[in-house]
C-alpha cells in the first residue's frame, strides 16, 4: 500500500488471491495458439495493460513458475514486454527441496490417484539416476535467463538467509525490491516446521497408500469427493496403534550426489546468489531425519494386512467407496 507494487488482480478485487495466479500459470504450461483466450491469461493481459498505463510495478509470485516449460515462459516474456523484469529463484540444497517435493506429493494423498508410493530412498534414487536431482535448479535458471537475460536473475540462498536470520519476504520485498518495509522484518527461527507432524503426515500417507491399493485391488469405486471422509475413517480406526517404521537421515540419501550438483550451482552462478552460504546448507541437511511407513514389514505382517482388510469393509459399509466384490460382511469378524 505504500509502494508503486500490485499484485494480478487487485484492479477487480482489491487484493489478489493466490489460486487466481496459480491458475493463470496453469494455462501456461500448455501454450497453443488460442491461449491468448484462455480466460487466466486474458485476465493477467488486462491486468499488465492498466499495470503499465498506471505506471504500477507488479509482484507475481506463485512457486509454479519454476515449473512451465520454455514455451509458457517465452509467452510470458512476451506479455511483460514493456517492463523491466526481474526473476527472483528462491535455491535450496537439492536434497532438502526433493525432501519437500516428497512430503508435497505423498503427505497430500489423492486416493484416486493410481500413483505408487515410494520410500524416500526410492523416490530420490529416481532423481539420481535421470540426473535430475542435479539439473533442476541450473534448468530452470537458463529456462528464464535464455528468456529474460542472465543480468535479469536473482537466486536467495534459502538456508544461508535463514543463518542470517533473514526473512525471505523482507529479502524479496524489501532488498530485491525496494518496497520500504523495515516493519515488516521479522527473525526467523531454526526451523519453523513440525517435525513430529511431518512424521505423522508421512506415516498416514503411507497406511492411506496401503489402504488404497486394496481397493484397487478390490475394484473398488473411490469418489473425490469423499477423500477427506476416507482420510478421516482411516485415522480414526488406526488411532494409535504403533506402525512400522523407516527412520532415515538425510546426509545418508545420495549426499555426495546433491552436494556436487549444488556446489557447481554455487560456482557457476555465484554472482547472482545472496547470502550464498554453502555450509549454512549443510547443516540443515545433517540435522533433517525422515521417519516413514515401512512398506516391507507392513505388506508381510499379517495383522496389518488384516486391518487393511477391515479397514476396507468399513470403508465400504459406511457408503465412503462403492466396492462391487466386497460383501458388507467379508471383513467385519476379523479380529485385528
Not at 528468456?147 to 540462498?157: S, Y
Not at 517404521?245 to 549444488?262: A, E, M, P, Q, R
Not at 468399513?314 to 485385528?336: H, K, M, Q, V, W
Request: charged share 20%.
Amino acid at each position: 500500500m505504500r509502494s508503486d507494487y500490485v499484485q494480478p488482480f487487485s484492479y477487480d478485487s482489491g487484493l489478489s488471491h493466490p489460486k487466481t495466479q496459480y491458475l493463470f500459470t496453469r494455462e501456461l504450461f500448455h501454450v497453443t495458439n488460442n491461449t491468448a483466450q484462455s480466460y487466466y491469461v486474458k485476465k493477467m493481459q488486462d491486468f499488465f495493460s492498466k499495470a503499465y498505463q498506471q505506471q504500477h510495478n507488479v509482484l507475481l509470485t506463485t512457486e509454479d513458475l519454476s515449473a512451465i516449460p520454455v514455451e509458457g515462459i517465452n509467452y510470458l516474456r512476451n506479455m511483460l514486454v514493456n517492463f523491466k523484469t526481474k526473476i527472483v529463484m528462491i535455491f535450496r540444497d537439492s536434497l532438502s527441496r526433493t525432501l519437500s517435493d516428497y512430503r508435497h506429493v505423498y503427505s497430500l494423498d489423492k486416493l484416486s490417484n493410481n500413483i505408487p508410493h515410494p520410500d524416500f530412498k526410492t523416490y530420490v534414487e529416481h532423481f539420481v539416476t535421470t540426473k535430475s536431482l542435479q539439473k533442476y535448479y541450473p534448468h530452470m535458471l537458463e529456462r528464464y535467463a535464455n528468456q529474460f537475460g542472465i543480468e535479469n536473475i536473482i537466486v536467495i540462498d534459502y538456508y544461508g538467509a535463514v543463518e542470517a536470520k533473514k526473512d525471505l519476504t523482507y529479502i524479496i520485498l524489501h532488498e530485491v525490491s525496494k518496497i520500504p518495509c523495515e516493519d515488516c522484518l521479522t527473525i526467523i527461527k531454526n526451523s519453523t516446521s513440525n517435525t513430529a507432524e511431518e512424521h505423522a503426515a508421512l506415516l498416514l500417507s503411507g497406511v492411506i497408500s496401503e489402504v488404497r491399493n486394496m481397493m484397487i485391488k478390490r475394484k473398488c469405486n473411490i469418489p473425490e469427493v469423499n477423500n477427506d471422509k476416507i482420510i478421516r475413517i482411516i485415522s480414526s480406526l488406526l488411532g494409535k496403534q504403533t506402525l512400522p517404521s523407516i527412520t532415515t537421515y538425510l546426509k545418508n540419501v545420495y549426499y555426495n550426489d546433491s552436494l556436487n550438483g549444488d556446489d557447481e550451482f554455487r560456482q557457476k552462478y555465484k554472482n547472482l546468489i545472496l547470502y550464498n552460504n554453502r555450509n549454512a546448507s549443510i547443516k540443515a541437511v545433517e540435522k533433517q531425519v525422515l521417519v516413514e511407513l515401512d512398506f516391507h514389514q507392513f505388506q508381510h505382517d499379517s495383522h496389518w494386512q488384516k486391518w487393511v482388510q477391515h479397514v476396507t469393509s468399513r470403508l465400504s459399509n459406511r457408503s465412503a467407496i462403492i466396492c462391487p466384490t466386497l460383501g458388507y460382511d467379508e471383513y467385519d469378524n476379523i479380529n485385528i
